[in-house]
């Protein structure tokens, strides 16, 4: 294995464990896309979930270390579109404040475009 510098994410055993947590995520999001878009309604299980792994994999992939996986720039844009789709058609059904929706659509639109520039900037490198 090696080792390319000092910091804990510096060596090959890292960027491998870092692989496995991004990968890990990126599975669990890939599966509730794929589901029910039941499953993504704001009031669901993956309607939250989905945007907290989302910011997680975002803030690991920021840092920049090695190992840390995103998906392909087109794929992360339809993640967008098919959450954005179910959150829109399905938020008034709960009823609540304009603000609420206001402010919750920003971040949810912030969150997803987040990983769409990372997963764009990733894949112009390789």
């Known amino acids: 294995m090696g080792t390319w510098g000092s910091g804990n994410f510096d060596s090959d055993a890292a960027a491998d464990h870092l692989s496995g947590i ?6 669990e999001i ?9 499953g993504l309604e704001p009031d ?3 309607g939250v979930v989905v945007p907290c792994d989302i910011d997680l994999l975002c803030l690991i992939a920021e840092r920049g270390y090695v190992g840390a996986v995103v998906p392909e ?15 829109e058609r399905t938020i008034d059904d709960l009823e609540p404040e304009e603000e609420y929706k206001k402010t919750r659509r920003a971040e949810l639109n ?4 987040r990983l769409v520039d990372l997963a764009r900037a990733r894949h112009e490198e390789q």
């Open 22 to 27: 991004t990968g890990r995520l990126l599975s």
């Open 30 to 38: 890939e599966e509730a896309m794929a589901g029910d878009p039941v």
């Open 44 to 46: 669901d299980y993956g």
């Open 73 to 87: 720039p087109a794929v992360a844009e339809a993640w967008k579109r098919t959450f954005m789709d179910v959150w």
């Open 110 to 113: 912030r969150t997803f475009d």
